[in-house]
């Protein structure tokens, strides 16, 4: 069981938004943005976070593959104050059946510290948002491993609580059957991801975790994303995430871009070539009733698709 001290406690238990990074089959990872409302119990040595059964594909890879990372790297909207770059390390349980009692007792209290008060009305809000909150579930993290950089650019000497780092960088992987170039605009890519200001970079690691680190998109063109970050990115290739996002308080009016990837590092290591592969976005109304409406129609429509493919 990994224990932590009383400051990254309070960035655990304060950060409005952090990264989420799980594995893909082929070895790569995938980097999104997820609310952890302060989820975490020292006691038990774990973190969590929720998620809606309509937005179930991570809740898919996490059952394929429990090892994921939270990244917690930003403090706008939340109500931690330190410095640091914290990644958590560990594996995940989802439940997957929601619990009523768990979220009106726990879910609901934590997730209105952070969002506000929910909206409520039987005639209309509570069954257009019944995917949305009741269909909500908590996923838990067994903390294996804390690292906590002294900034959020991740360049200092880190703390190291739990396991021990690996003791050197992940191989080499084999490239994709399709090659390793750019398959979408890797100039528009650069372009959007560059203009918002959270930018990580995720891979997996040599002890099978996914690592992730703040990066900084230079430019694009189309031989790829030009990428450089304060800490040596792993040698040579391999399959890797990229996400930036925007958000404001109580996470209304939002951004993201992400992609899939391969992932380049030549001889300087905090400089490298990224080919995306695959990419997603979303940028959500700075309205709440908007935000609330869309996002009630995604969880729907993301439910729906869910039950499809179960049924298949």
Known sequence: ?????????????????????????????????????????????????????????????????????????????????????????????????????????????????????????????????????????????????????????????????????????PPPQAEPRNGTGPRVDATRTARRIGALPNQLLAWVGADASPEVRPVRVDGGDSAGVSLSSARALPPAGRRAGLLAHRYNAQLIGLEARGCTGWLTVGDDPQHARYSPHTEFGFRAPANKTLLLLANGLLAKRGLRKARREAAA
């Open 1 to 169: 069981m990994v224990d932590w001290p009383d400051d990254i406690d309070e960035i655990l238990a304060g950060d409005l938004t952090t990264a989420l990074a799980y594995c893909t089959p082929a070895g790569g990872a995938v980097v999104t943005a997820v609310a952890p409302i302060g989820l975490r119990d020292r006691t038990a040595g774990t973190v969590g976070f929720t998620t809606s059964l309509g937005f179930g594909k991570k809740l898919a890879r996490i059952q394929q593959n429990p090892r994921v990372a939270l990244a917690y790297h930003a403090r706008e909207h939340g109500f931690a104050s330190g410095p640091e770059f914290v990644l958590v390390q560990g594996r995940a349980t989802a439940m997957l059946e929601p619990d009523r009692a768990l979220l009106e007792e726990v879910i609901g209290p934590k997730a209105e510290r952070f969002m506000g008060k929910a909206k409520r009305g039987r005639i209309f809000w509570d069954r257009w948002l019944q995917e949305y909150y009741a269909d909500r579930v908590p996923v838990t993290v067994q903390v294996e491993r804390i690292v906590a950089w002294p900034d959020q650019q991740a360049a200092g000497e880190p703390r190291v609580f739990g396991a021990p780092l690996p003791g050197g960088p």
